[in-house]
């Protein structure tokens, strides 16, 4: 073992990669596997900010898209929105640059996370097709239009082709010619997805043209917008030591107690003094900067013991029972549903979420398999559908957790039902890069199977009524179909008119049917009342 | 809506954010999900680097890892092996900046393939702990030990405590101090991590301390050095559009002819030919960097159309029968056992692969469930054990997918067999960042289930003959208990002395037993034969 390493030729083999080149190679990690989906994927990047940026400026989001099928197995790509739209000197970064956005950092409940999701649709079209993207964007009546591709080893914007001028167009729209990409109305594709996203979004108007040039409108259901997002002071109880370190090193706070008490929700100064206790050993008056590894690690642990107030729960934008229920007739047109809202919990200690759930039964529930049907779960994370990845998801778990037969639903996979559940938190614990299942994490499932049971117990009340109402009708019209032989056999033994005793009967069977109809008086044992009658007679 | 918009406000959200800022927030996708797992994760980067690094410089490889539980829930890690050690001036990107090393662009089989693994490990420490992970390298008897940490917003490592010295030590000693995560035995654990990673590599040496003091010693069980991997040159059929400009726009070839010919493999001047008379109105005399994406397309589409050499295979780097049978002797000791070798593939066109499976039997084949053995799956992507994400992974689909009752294996869950599947490949599909499964391609999962099914079928056979000669062994048992009273019946029925008709039945049962036991002579129907010896009598 005493031959001579060379270590040039090693070094030489050394090289750094930019994180265009990582996802270009990796392009599965982000949503992008197979045809179909491929194409979902860029359409959800784009409607994504196109709600949040509407849900910024205070705006009822009108959002088209437009996919046409060129020749070679290309498809033209138009997406475009009404909302902030974007600064001129920010197009490159938003649309051209991966890990480059508005959201990355903030603690405040958006759709999109990572700042990764636009751009990396514009370079896939660039990988696809050679062709940059085409973006327009209106702020103030200016309008600014350019061509965007990437530079992949750099992980730059390469921007060609701008215009400036004045109209009176607003929002974002965004041209791209993509290849490797498919369309059609499964459960993967576009349309369901825009469906979906119209089911979560009543106060978004949707358009979708598809490549036939069938152009399906998803109606605004409701003129009210969601409440605006928050930024939230981190609650303790999320904290970690590395994340203390982080803050307490860039804080400009000149204590350690005010720097808590500043930079932390319910953290009062009660609270830094309990704290203090704990840590005498730590000078709270001196710089967060110098606050060290250690110390940090003994704080963390401290906080786990001291009581504190739930973080706060404004900052979630759940879509709301009201609304729901106009989405959800809207689209799907039930017999009878139950929403349920979950008041927000934590999770991982200090991550305020909530769930939001509900049950439709009947009219367009559920979701078409060949001509009938069958059970749907339509899964969404801060109102963004989740089409992708169900098996390793929180609410997919949650689902095959309950007992449906506990609640007259043991069938439900065959029933005409869609089980809605919107995760909603600042922060979503994801699986993936690629955004497609929420982590099934203990107290997640918890609240989710809740919130389910809820909505089930009152569908299957329901259903149990139905049940109840059509075997009583039932029974009645097997009664009706007899009268007149009834009839005669009475007169056969007492002498009486059998025409007669036949309008009797009718009419006590057509009273009882109607108390059967107007459902407002449900016997337990309709036989023995039957038995009852007959003794009347 | 005519309320104007705050450009600089908008602008002032706009943020970049370094590739280590988001694998910081998005562990998960690395594989940090979990105390057990993550422990397995950062060992899993470490030994990979290892087990790469001795084979590059055709040394046996060593590899130590220790593992102690400090207080306060932190452990102690330290990985230690005697490869090629890493060059002064790349400790600090190969540990500490994460998307740089040595194989994301080569196109060879190596188990490592992002530049990610081992510096986000480092970070990992340095995220829960707060230390620098500690690094000794030696290569020509010269060493240098230094301490790294990664500066998160610029994905820089920072360098402190260096030292230099000359010592006969040659290879990697990473030491880090982590917390958030757990030691077991589990099936996700570190342990069955490197006893999967020893069946696997017979050639290599593991030796495992344990928190609690245990050292488990997995011992090379040959050596044999696995084939060098070479690079390779790309096949035609493999080819992307992106691809193709990306690679003609960076030649130095002086025409588009040339450039196919000596940047390709299976690219001949007659193939150039063939592809040009295809594309006419290409100029295959002009330089590949004016080459138009358009032009670039057709040809695509047209090296589609031609006939091809398969990919060159000598690329990949099986584990081999031999070395495979005595691996899996060393560590399973199975009764029985068949590996199959399959002859490489294509997978999409052009990408080289191979499969190597393995079906054991007994011994200590098989996963201990509560005390008795059922059984295991044992997936592998170029012999790196692949323990998470089974669900959606090539492997699990191929053995989901055979009907193993044809085999006399329907009852296979519950049976001591241990099933391995290797999978190997210059490019391996990998479904996650994480790495933990092989997308379930249909040609992947086909050459899998081909595999498997011919060793199923050996397996089953032997299990048939095994049953054969135990049902048989029984029999025989079963009519020796019964000589004492045949050979009086025959005494009262003949006269003869019952002690020699005793005697003689004995010798008779000997016999047959005895064929039995060598098993070359298995009777289809015994039944049939004792009836003959009772004639005789």
């Known amino acids: 073992m005493s031959e001579e390493i060379n270590e040039d030729e090693l070094s030489k083999q050394f090289r750094e990669y930019s994180v265009a080149e990582f996802f270009k190679r990796n392009r599965q990690m982000l949503g992008y596997t197979g045809k179909i989906r491929s194409l979902t994927t860029i359409v959800h990047e784009a409607v994504t900010n196109s709600l949040d940026s509407a849900e910024d400026a205070r705006i009822l989001p009108n959002i088209n898209v437009e996919i046409k099928e060129l020749p070679d197995g290309h498809f033209k790509l138009v997406m475009e929105d009404n909302g902030t739209g974007v600064p001129k000197k920010d197009v490159g970064k938003a649309f051209g640059k991966l890990l480059a956005g508005t959201k990355f950092h903030v603690l405040r409940q958006k759709r999109g996370q990572q700042g990764l999701g636009i751009s990396y649709a514009v370079l896939f079209a660039q990988l696809t097709t050679g062709k940059p ?11 600014y239009e350019c061509d965007i591709t990437i530079d992949v080893k750099s992980n730059q914007p390469l921007i060609t082709d701008e ?8 929002g974002v729209r965004i041209e791209m010619e993509v290849s490797e990409v498919g369309y059609n109305r499964s459960e993967y594709g576009v349309y369901e997805y825009l469906r979906r996203t119209a089911i979560a979004n009543p106060h978004a108007q949707i358009t979708l043209t598809e490549p036939n040039g069938e152009i399906v409108l998803f109606p605004r259901a409701s003129t009210v917008l969601p409440k605006v997002s928050e930024k939230v002071l981190p609650h303790p109880l999320g904290l970690t030591t590395a994340d203390l370190i982080e803050m307490a090193h860039s804080s400009s706070a000149r204590k350690i107690g005010s ?6 929700s319910r953290f009062s100064g009660d609270k830094v003094k309990e704290l ?29 013991q001291l009581k504190w107030i739930a973080p706060e729960t404004s900052v979630l934008i759940p879509i709301g029972e009201a609304q729901l229920v106009k989405a959800l007739k809207s689209i799907l047109k039930p017999e009878e549903m139950k929403v349920v809202e979950r008041k927000p919990k934590v999770y991982r200690g200090g991550i305020p979420f909530a769930v939001e759930a509900a049950i ?13 049907r069958k059970l749907e779960v339509l899964r969404y994370a801060n109102s963004t559908p989740l089409l992708f990845d169900a098996g390793n998801c929180a609410i997919s778990e949650a689902v095959k957790g309950i007992d449906w037969s506990r609640y007259d639903l043991g069938k439900i996979e065959e029933m005409p039902i869609t089980i809605f559940v919107n995760f909603v938190s600042v922060y979503v614990p994801f699986t993936g890069t690629s955004k497609l299942a929420v982590s099934p994490e203990e107290e997640i499932i918890s609240e989710i199977k809740l919130a389910l049971m809820e909505s089930a117990r009152s569908i299957g009340i329901y259903l149990h009524t139905l049940q109840h109402a059509q075997d009583e009708e039932e029974r009645r019209s097997i009664f009706m179909r007899y009268i007149g032989e009834v009839a005669e056999c009475i007169q056969d033994l007492t002498g009486n008119d059998s025409d007669k005793i036949k309008k009797k009967l009718e009419i006590i069977a057509k009273e009882r049917t109607a108390i059967a109809e107007e459902g407002d008086k449900i016997e337990d044992d309709l036989g023995e009342e039957e038995g009852d009658e007959d003794e009347e007679e």
């Open 360 to 372: 439709a039964y009947g009219g367009e529930s559920g979701g078409l398999v060949g001509g009938s």
């Open 133 to 143: 993207a085409h973006i327009k964007t209106g702020i103030n009546h200016k309008v």
């Open 163 to 170: 215009k400036e001028y004045s109209e009176n167009f607003k």
């Open 276 to 304: 203090n206790d704990l840590n005498k050993e730590i000078d709270f008056n001196k710089t967060p900067a110098s606050l060290t590894w250690a110390e940090a690690e003994a704080i963390v642990k401290s906080i786990q």
């Open 259 to 264: 720097f808590f008490q500043n930079e932390f």
